[in-house]
């Protein structure tokens, strides 16, 4: 059963870069997924950041491509999330999840989420 | 992008009733649909996966169907525990989600 943890500082400055992590247990980041990303505002909805395979293949959502870098650790079988020039808009909850390599696909699991404030 | 639009945006309903909930595509994505469900303080939880699939330990009472650009997600019997919000999700392309279904039990 895979299990995900995000960590990371909670409250980033205006301007700055958010940094997370996504620990892996019960599953090796070099099987066959997609390792993703996904915030919700306070209140709002779901919003796909980007993914990454083992191979370092990466996908991004086109609204926030500039300033996403997703990468892989796989000594430590992690995955991390940077988001650079952060406003107060980048408030949200950050999700990390799992999605299978082959269609149909889906998220799932995730992790718990970690609540990321911007502000100075 | 493939926007996602559900509604209705909320609803109410009692016990027992039956209740569906609609997800329109703004282009074909065949049968790549997800439904997701998410209580306050929680992570979404997929229910039903390529549009009719339900997930392995998800209650009987939920079903969902459709294909091309419109979808439902149908929950039979209501329950107390149903009380969340519900997304859809089309895996086709760029994943996207719709805006969210809040679903209140009377």
């Known amino acids: 059963q895979v299990q995900l943890q995000e960590s990371g500082p909670g409250l980033v400055k205006p301007s700055g870069t958010l940094s997370l992590t996504c620990a892996v247990s019960g599953d090796s980041i070099s099987s066959s997924n997609w390792w993703s990303w996904v915030r919700q505002p306070?209140?709002?909805?779901?919003?796909?950041?980007?993914?990454i395979y083992h191979s370092g293949s990466t996908n991004y959502n086109p609204s926030l491509k500039s300033r996403v870098t997703i990468s892989v650790d796989k000594s430590k079988n992690q995955f991390s999330l940077k988001l650079s020039s952060v406003t107060a808009a980048d408030t949200a909850v950050y999700y990390c999840a799992v999605k299978r390599w082959l269609q149909p696909n889906w998220f799932d699991p995730w992790g718990q989420g970690t609540l990321v404030t911007v502000s100075s | 992008d493939i926007q996602m639009t559900q509604s209705p945006s909320?609803?109410?309903?009692?016990?027992?009733?039956?209740?569906?909930?609609?997800?329109?595509?703004?282009?074909?994505?065949?049968?790549?649909?997800?439904?997701?469900?998410?209580?306050?303080?929680?992570?979404?939880?997929?229910?039903?996966?390529?549009?009719?699939?339900l997930q392995s330990g998800v209650s009987s009472r939920f079903s969902g169907s459709g294909s091309g650009t419109d979808f439902t997600l149908t929950i039979s019997s209501l329950q107390p525990e149903d009380s969340a919000t519900y997304y859809c999700q089309q895996s086709f392309s760029t994943p996207t989600f719709g805006q969210g279904t809040r679903l209140e039990i009377k």
């Open chain 1, 42 to 51: 306070p209140g709002k909805g779901l919003e796909w950041i980007g993914e």
């Open chain 2, 10 to 53: 909320s609803l109410s309903a009692s016990v027992g009733d039956r209740v569906t909930i609609t997800c329109r595509a703004s282009q074909s994505i065949s049968s790549y649909l997800n439904w997701y469900q998410q209580k306050p303080g929680k992570a979404p939880k997929v229910l039903i996966y390529d549009a009719s699939t």
